[in-house]
């Protein structure tokens, strides 16, 4: 999969879902110290995102998504192994009800 810089919150969950499924982890980073409600996250710091395994993809939220997005370049150099995107929008646009669901059978 090619990752490109930047997830809506949709993106996010659809790609966490079906990811995690292959094995892959999909961690959301606070990069503000303010978690998102009903959102699973971790605070970013370096020393303990780098126990993560390699191919892990991390998802980086700001307020608005504009300091993530430009702060890219540096998280994807300080962590090399891993994938590295943007939540676009940030924590300003995250619906805190927004949820996937599965097709239906009306078979």
């Not at 292959?22 to 606070?30: A, F, K, Q, R, S």
């Not at 009903?38 to 300091?67: I, R």
């Not at 540096?74 to 599965?102: A, D």
Request: some cysteine; charged content about 35%.
């Amino acid at each position: 999969m090619k990752y490109p810089d930047e997830w809506t919150q949709k993106e996010f969950l659809e790609h966490k879902r079906d990811l995690e499924k292959e094995g892959v982890g999909v961690v959301l980073i606070d990069t503000i110290l303010s978690p998102i409600e009903k959102a699973e996250s971790e605070v970013y710091n370096p020393y303990e995102l780098k126990k993560h395994p390699d191919g892990t993809v991390f998802v980086f939220y700001c307020d608005s998504g504009k300091a993530t997005k430009n702060r890219l370049a540096e998280y994807r150099e300080k962590f090399p192994t891993m994938h590295c995107i943007s939540l676009k929008g940030g924590r300003g646009y995250w619906r805190v009800n927004m949820q996937l669901l599965e097709p239906r059978n009306d078979d």
